[in-house]
């Protein structure tokens, strides 16, 4: 006998159901400063130590409504009083927080209120919003005593207002579970390469498990993980899919991904949403974030129902930052906040690294919060180290400290000058141009927290006030706590005297690991992709993979023949040997280009070194058209340098190694024919590197190839990949420094090439 269907069911978590359906007003953003992760946790922790010993924390709650299943936590439960609680921190003056603030806490607690009654029987109940401030330690509680009924009422009254919503949403997600099933690849065939990525991206995410996958430029890598993940989702029954990307170029990439599937199968349902930075969606930058001062701030709440729904069913208004930008003007909302909202209605997600991975990352915070199963991309992830460093660091500047300490208001004196003076006094104990200390400095940490309690309170107390520095100042004081709360040796603490007096403190993250592996421990599956993921070990060892990851090396399409790579051995491009290095370098170039006329590019270690070739190679032979990347290049300026690489072009463009040509751009055919790499890319040798090295050396025992060796060679094959882009291209790559010559050098070069040494004539 047959089972009876069972009826698909609508998991909302409380804190959503509520900002669904009880958020009004204004958007309001003026600065008051919130309590961090961990104060809000120690005030949390604080107020449930002050009640009876039979008070219960972290109290887990779900109930049905129809098709709806709403769970969460309650903060706590005082069974002598009868008393459910709901806790928020915060600081400064409880009077300023917003109306609608306070509405939407109202509706967490009669919510959670009705879920605790329905599960332990109580026909009545008090509900207590209890408010700490995380300043002076005390609470302000707001309590009312309800009947069961009324909340019952009450959580009726939510869910059928959030149920229409949630009926159209079950009906979506069946349609759109049935369509990825049965997706086809949008190509006739797929490439050389790209069905065996594909399959261990599918494998990856069917058995639970992380994959770092190398495979070469060329095959299609971002539709080639994309498609497996759309096509593993449902049986998976993955919330959400994540595509990460270091730059631009791999967001652009990806929404072409997304139109390619669309022109294949047009009514494809696929919610995409592309998250900006805020600075770059803020459509009012001279105004600040409230109703008051932005009219796109104004009434946000109450027109964003309609600015969802218009973008949900507008196919359009989901395909991209400006299609959406569209969608926001035209019901007067700020497109920044709308995009943040529809993170909890879209399929794929498509943002930076710093969305995930970074220690405040919303797209890992709402997974989290909402219980979300979800599946994550990372292009081009040979990025995630150095990116991962930059987002667990924190520095202070001591010139730009002093400059705003002297603009202060006078409340703050007496905190900013005590944090001056143990500045000060930290600088002459350590009297080096560069010292790494043992343990941060107690003194100065405990001073800078002063400083940060006396910075909140102010900012609490002058909501309105405007101090840009005197914020940013507070906002980077912040983080270096938050990053001392975790300092330990995967990190240094370290003292840099710079130019004009100035001394940086920074602390400096070596090993980004262990901040890294929650995020991949939070996904069903994490993909590392890119061209250049060798050796293995140095990306797993240095980015936290779980023991479980997979790894995949993706044969190359192409062939020996199509590339022709030559290695210089007989010139050293070592910093003591670079004067002596340029013009044999200018006489190759040009022999070169004489042979064989076509655009090229040429990368060098470092802008001085590439100003000292250019003038030479100019002298020389002014007839060879030529072209130079400069320092801080604008966006205008960088297209124009790409379009001198036009089809059936002839010059030779000059860049740096690492820099924004020597990965992610695409000059496929002849507009590009061959790049000349005068580098092995070698981080430079200082004594930031050379501590970190021996970090290295200490957890790793490989310090030198760590810090040296591995990262270099995976810029020099970046940049080679530039040539050949396509099966039908051809192309020439020349290595030049003597060092290519070593076996343990072309050990991590591509296996499909077949290096020969160049012989001087």
Same mark, same amino acid.
């Given at each position: ?38 104060? *809000? ?30 769970? *969460?936590?309650?903060? *706590? ?35 959670? *209120? ?24 005390? #609470? ?59 399959? %261990? ?79 770059? $969606? ?217 130019? $004009? ?19 991949? $421990? ?105 072209? %130079? ?48 790499? $005068? ?17 290295? #050396? ?64």
């Amino acid at each position: 006998m047959d089972q009876p269907a069972v009826a698909p069911r609508y998991t909302v978590a409380v804190r959503a159901l509520c900002e669904f359906t009880a958020k009004q007003g204004d958007l309001d953003l003026r600065f008051t400063p919130s309590p961090t992760a961990q104060e *809000g946790i120690a005030g949390h922790t604080l107020v449930a130590s002050r009640r009876s010993a039979d008070y219960q924390s972290e109290i887990s709650l779900s109930g049905d409504h129809g098709p709806l299943l709403v769970r *969460g936590r309650a903060d *706590g439960y005082d069974p002598s009083l009868n008393r459910l609680e709901e806790i928020k921190t915060f600081r400064g003056d409880l009077t300023r927080m917003p109306e609608n603030h306070r509405h939407l806490h109202w509706a967490q607690v009669r919510i959670y *209120g009705w879920l605790l009654c329905q599960e332990r029987g109580l026909d009545a109940l008090t509900l207590a919003l209890v408010y700490f401030d995380i300043g002076s330690q005390q #609470e302000t509680v707001l309590t009312e005593v309800t009947d069961a009924a009324t909340l019952k009422q009450f959580f009726k009254l939510q869910c059928e207002r959030f149920l229409a919503w949630a009926t159209q949403e079950l009906a979506y997600r069946s349609a759109r579970d049935a369509a990825w099933t049965t997706l086809d690849f949008p190509h006739p065939a797929f490439r050389a390469g790209q069905r065996e990525l594909a399959q %261990a991206v599918y494998q990856g995410v069917t058995s639970g498990r992380c994959l770092l996958a190398q495979a070469p430029t060329g095959i299609g890598k971002t539709i080639g993980t994309l498609f497996p993940l759309l096509k593993a989702a449902p049986s998976q029954r993955l919330d959400k899919l994540y595509f990460l990307a270091a730059k631009t170029s791999g967001r652009s990439l990806a929404l072409g991904a997304v139109a390619l599937l669309k022109q294949h199968a047009p009514v494809l349902p696929l919610r995409v949403l592309e998250l900006v930075a805020r600075d770059k $969606a803020c459509e009012h930058p001279d105004k600040a974030c409230h109703g008051d001062s932005c009219p796109l701030a104004r009434g946000f709440y109450d027109r964003l129902p309609q600015a969802r729904a218009a973008a949900i069913h507008n196919d359009s208004g989901m395909t991209g930052h400006q299609s959406l930008r569209s969608v926001a003007l035209a019901h007067d909302v700020c497109p920044y906040y709308l995009a943040q909202d529809l993170v909890r209605w879209s399929d794929l997600v498509i943002g930076d690294y710093n969305y995930y991975f970074d220690s405040s990352a919303m797209l890992y915070s709402m997974a989290m919060a909402n219980q979300w199963q979800v599946a994550v991309l990372v292009d081009e992830a040979h990025n995630l180290i150095e990116r991962g460093r930059k987002m667990y660091s924190a520095q202070l500047g001591q010139r730009s400290f002093n400059a705003m300490r002297l603009m202060a208001p006078a409340p703050l004196r007496k905190s900013l000058d005590k944090v001056g003076r143990s500045w000060t006094a930290l600088v002459k104990e350590n009297a080096l141009d560069y010292q790494v200390l043992a343990a941060l400095p107690e003194k100065f940490m405990t001073a800078l927290q002063l400083a940060i309690t006396s910075l909140g309170d102010f900012f609490s107390e002058n909501p309105t006030r405007v101090d840009v520095d005197l914020q940013r100042f507070y906002f980077d004081a912040l983080h270096v706590m938050r990053m001392a709360e975790s300092f330990d040796a995967n990190s240094l603490f370290d003292i840099t005297r710079q130019a $004009a007096g100035d001394t940086v403190l920074c602390i400096r993250n070596v090993i980004p690991a262990p901040f890294l592996a929650p995020r991949f $421990a939070a996904s069903r599956s994490t993909t590392l992709f890119s061209a250049t993921l060798s050796p293995w070990h140095f990306y797993s060892d240095t980015l936290g993979l779980p023991a479980s990851t997979a790894w995949i090396d993706v044969a190359s399409p192409f062939t020996a023949d199509q590339l022709s790579v030559r290695l210089v051995n007989t010139i050293s491009t070592r910093f003591q040997h670079r004067d002596a290095s340029i013009a044999p370098i200018v006489a190759l170039m040009a022999e070169q280009y004489r042979q064989q006329p076509g655009n090229y590019l040429t990368f060098f270690s470092s802008f001085d070194y590439l100003q000292k070739v250019t003038t030479l190679f100019a002298a020389r032979h002014p007839d060879i058209p030529m072209w %130079a990347q400069s320092r801080r290049m604008e966006e205008a300026d960088r297209d124009a340098f790409l379009a001198r690489f036009a089809p059936g072009g002839r010059g030779i463009g000059f860049a740096v190694l690492g820099g924004s040509f020597a990965e992610g751009i695409d000059l496929p055919g002849d507009r590009l024919i061959g790049a000349f790499i $005068a580098t092995l890319g070698l981080p430079q040798m200082n004594p930031v590197n050379e501590h970190i090295m021996r970090r290295m #050396e200490a957890r790793f025992g490989s310090g030198y190839d760590y810090t040296y060796l591995f990262p270099g060679l995976q810029k020099v094959v970046q940049a080679a990949g530039r040539v050949i882009r396509t099966e039908s291209d051809r192309g020439v790559v020349i290595l030049i420094d003597d060092r290519f010559g070593r076996s343990t050098v072309q050990a991590l070069l591509p296996r499909w090439w077949t290096p020969e040494i160049l012989l001087p004539k």
